[in-house]
Nanobody, 123 residues
Framework: QLQLVESGGGLVQAGGSLRLSCATS????????MGWFRQTPGKERVFVAA????????YYTDSVKGRFTISRDNTENMEYLQMNSLRPEDTAVYYCAADVRLSVVLYGGSRYWGQGTQVTVSS
């Protein structure tokens, strides 16, 4: 059973930056594709970014391209989401996700999820 724990959320002004972290319990982190999703009250959880197990390919939703960067450090079993030029519409609970299949991560069907971390961007 893979466990994911997010951290790094908080309150930031528009235009600011935050870095989210996701710690995994697996020593074989490279076996998992990973991603970030976000959810606002009353809405479905939506895809933000994903990265392959090796880290050589990344994927982003259009609204965050050029502002967010997903990365991972398999030696530390960590995944990150660097968020720059934050906007009020980025406010959401952000979830880390993992699955052995990238396609599953991309469509939101990951087997493993973290508990979420709140990001609030003030205008």
């Amino acid at each position: 059973q893979l466990q994911l724990v997010e951290s790094g959320g908080g309150l930031v002004q528009a235009g600011g930056s935050l870095r989210l972290s996701c710690a995994t319990s697996s020593r074989a982190a490279s076996s998992y594709a990973m991603g970030w999703f976000r959810q606002t009250p009353g809405k479905e959880r939506v895809f933000v970014a994903a990265i392959t197990g090796s880290g050589d390919s990344t994927y982003y939703t259009d609204s965050v391209k050029g502002r967010f960067t997903i990365s991972r450090d398999n030696t530390e079993n960590m995944e990150y989401l660097q968020m720059n030029s934050l906007r009020p519409e980025d406010t959401a609970v952000y979830y880390c996700a993992a699955d052995v299949r990238l396609s599953v991560v991309l469509y939101g069907g990951s087997r493993y999820w973290g508990q979420g971390t709140q990001v609030t961007v003030s205008s």
